[in-house]
T-cell receptor, first 109, second 115 residues
């Protein structure tokens, strides 16, 4: 059974600080990794994709991938109250996405 | 804007009724997916379709059926709804021809309640 694991949280971070979200996966041959943001009652929204080991930055977001350790992370710099949401990690495996259950992030003003 | 739409957005029905949820997309993507989401359980794949003639069961297909009427339309049916099918249902699309392998884009969701 291919799995994606995330800490369910909630993760509470002060406004302006760095939020760090983590994800581990079991399928060693996976090549594509995604972070989605989901506000309560809304649909998931793709915020980052990463395919190679290392860091990928997009504005305040940085995705980090370590295939040897089967580990993906998302850093959110200068956290804002609007970043409060559930963050879903997804891993491409045999043309399907395997989803983590999500980490709830709360940014405290 | 290219988009994924779902109808209805909310539906309350009774046990034993047949329900159809519809999904349409203007993204031009070949691949379409139906997921359900329950609190604390994340997204679970019900069915997926790689083109009009290709339908595949997902993790939790029992009690559901689908129809891919056209490249842009993918419908999910509950033949005889039961209360544990109460959930949030999402349609998604993806296009493997680009660099973003299997980046999926979601519709707004349908909140279904079965009494």
């Amino acid at each position: 059974q291919k799995e994606v694991e995330q800490n369910s949280g909630p993760l509470s971070v002060p406004e302006g600080a760095i939020a760090s979200l983590n994800c581990t996966y079991s399928d060693r041959v996976s090549q594509s990794f995604f972070w989605y943001r989901q506000y309560s009652g809304k649909s998931p929204e793709l915020i980052m994709s990463i395919y190679s080991n290392g860091d990928k930055e997009d504005g305040r977001f940085t995705a980090q991938l370590n295939k040897a350790s089967q580990y993906v992370s998302l850093l959110i710099r200068d956290s804002q109250p609007s970043d409060s949401a559930t963050y879903l990690c997804a891993v491409n495996s045999n043309y399907q996405l395997i989803w983590g259950a999500g980490t709830k992030l709360i940014i405290k003003p | 804007d290219a988009d994924v739409t779902q109808t209805p957005r909310n539906r309350i029905t009774k046990t034993g009724k047949r329900i159809m949820l519809e999904c349409s997309q203007t993204k031009g993507h070949d691949r379409m997916y139906w997921y359900r989401q329950d609190p604390g359980l994340g997204l679970r794949l019900i069915y997926y379709s790689f083109d009009v003639k290709d339908i595949n069961k997902g993790e939790i297909s029992d009690g559901y059926s689908v129809s891919r009427q056209a490249q842009a339309k993918f419908s999910l049916s509950l033949e005889s709804a039961i209360p544990n099918q109460t959930a949030l249902y999402f349609c998604a699309t993806s296009d493997l021809s680009g660099r973003g392998v299997n980046e999926q884009f979601f519709g707004p969701g349908t909140r279904l309640t079965v009494l």
